[in-house]
């Protein structure tokens, strides 16, 4: 019962290189999201899904592109990496429930830009 | 545009002392307000509240939540070290695409 998966667990770019961030879940959840977590900032959202097909962007999405081609993968792509982009990155994935969501997150990703 | 304010944004207390932390909202079309824990790693789920007036309890914590006055908030008693941690709040609006909105998060740090 693997969850959400993300990978790499860290990595350092150069300015202006590219990189993805993967993320997959296992639980057929519509709902996939990314998130960035800078100190005392708490979570801001990037880009989110509400299923394979549709994206949408959230609070924060300058320099990020995301796609959703599957249900169970959200990948995240930094176009050409800034230092600004130096963060803490966790996927999220939930299913609508009659109430509400319960969110589950990956382990994060720590990305370090130089 | 969502809202979500915690305070204190940190606190420091000793093993045994009961702490509040408290949390705001200004969203449009809520649907749930939610607390987490996060250590080092992803947050960790606490609660779900969407009624008004009814506390969750698990184990030495409890929330409420106050749907009229736009907030809630997360009780902790004979606090732990292990009760060290951020704690965030987010609320999730509805309509036709359903997201969060995070506070900044309190820093809690519980001294022995």
């Known amino acids: 019962n693997a969850g959400v998966t993300q990978t790499p667990k860290f990595q350092v770019l150069k300015t202006g290189q590219s990189m993805t961030l993967q993320c997959a879940q296992d639980m057929n959840h519509e709902y996939m999201s990314w998130y960035r977590q800078d100190p005392g900032m708490g979570l801001r959202l990037i880009h989110y899904s509400v299923g394979a097909g549709i994206t949408d962007q959230g609070e924060v999405p300058n320099g990020y592109n995301v796609s959703r081609s599957t249900t169970e993968d959200f990948p995240l792509r930094l176009l050409s990496a800034a230092p600004s982009q130096t963060s803490v990155y966790f996927c999220?994935?939930?299913?609508?429930?009659?109430?509400?969501?319960?969110?589950?997150f990956g382990e994060g990703s720590w990305l370090t830009v130089v | 545009e969502d809202k979500v304010v915690q305070s204190p944004l940190s606190l420091v207390v000793h093993e045994g002392d009961t702490v509040t932390l408290n949390c705001s909202y200004e969203v449009t079309n809520f649907r749930s307000l939610l607390w987490y824990k996060q250590e080092k790693k992803a947050p960790t789920f606490l609660f779900m509240l969407?009624?008004?007036?009814i506390e969750k309890k698990s184990g030495r914590l409890s929330s409420i939540l106050d749907k009229k006055e736009l907030f809630s908030i997360l009780n902790i008693t004979a606090t732990q070290t292990g009760d060290s941690a951020i704690y965030l709040c987010?609320?999730?609006?509805?309509?036709?695409?359903?997201?969060?909105?995070f506070g900044k998060g309190t820093l809690l740090t519980v001294n022995p």
């Open positions: 987010a609320v999730e609006a509805g309509g036709s695409n359903y997201k969060l909105t």
């Open positions: 969407t009624s008004s007036g």
């Open positions: 999220a994935s939930s299913r609508r429930g009659l109430s509400g969501n319960t969110i589950y």
